[in-house]
């Protein structure tokens, strides 16, 4: 059965089908949200959210071919969601440590790693230093910029798609992404270099 027919009967409220679904997203779910907040935890609870909203309203799905950029619509509103909450509470309570979310509602989760180099829960980000640069790489951009960035490359869109789900045009979408990645290369190449 190919992924439209796998929609069809999800959006007629087989459940079956639905979790077929997940199970070809997930990874890409997983690594999206990993990356937008910093930390393992509040990537599963974004991801548990997405799924269950995306469940809620398959129904009314009406293109199977926009899938995709719909659960990915989804969950970046769960992200942004999850961010809010925690800068909130960080107001009202300023002695709370900072961590995955609130960090990045910051704009910033360096120093937020997970401890252990094992596969989280998941199996899907694994501990290991390259990927714990590349968070650190990312939190240096702004939360918008670092949207593109990962709905490009861990979510595989291409800038027309990414500029329907964000409201930019997809020429917009093209310099910042081009812009923004040069900016990672930069930072990643300099954390990279071996003092003499």
């Not at 293109?63 to 969601?81: E, N, Q, T, V």
């Not at 190449?189 to 071996?194: F, N, R, S, T, Y």
Request: proline share 4%; with cysteine.
């Amino acid at each position: 059965m190919n992924e439209h027919d796998i929609i069809q009967k999800a959006r007629q409220g087989d459940q079956d089908a639905f979790c077929q679904l997940y199970g070809q997203y997930r990874h890409r779910l997983y690594r999206y949200a990993f990356y937008r907040l910093g930390n393992e935890g509040d990537a599963e609870d974004a991801v548990s959210d997405c799924v269950l909203s995306a469940w809620q309203q398959i129904g009314s799905l009406r293109d199977p071919k926009a899938f995709p950029a719909w659960i990915f619509r989804i969950l970046s509103g769960c992200c942004a969601k999850l961010i809010r909450q925690q800068i909130d509470r960080r107001k009202e309570d300023p002695l709370e440590p900072d961590t995955g979310a609130q960090a990045a509602g910051a704009g910033s989760f360096v120093g937020t790693r997970p401890t252990g180099t094992q596969a989280t829960a998941t199996g899907d980000i694994p501990g290991t230093e390259d990927s714990l640069l590349l968070r650190d790489a990312l939190a240096t951009l702004p939360e918008e910029d670092r949207n593109i960035v990962l709905l490009s490359i861990v979510a595989g869109f291409k800038s027309r798609e990414i500029a329907s789900m964000t409201g930019l045009t997809a020429g917009s979408v093209r310099s910042r992404l081009s812009r923004n990645l040069k900016k990672l290369r930069a930072f990643l190449e300099e954390q990279m270099e071996i003092p003499s």
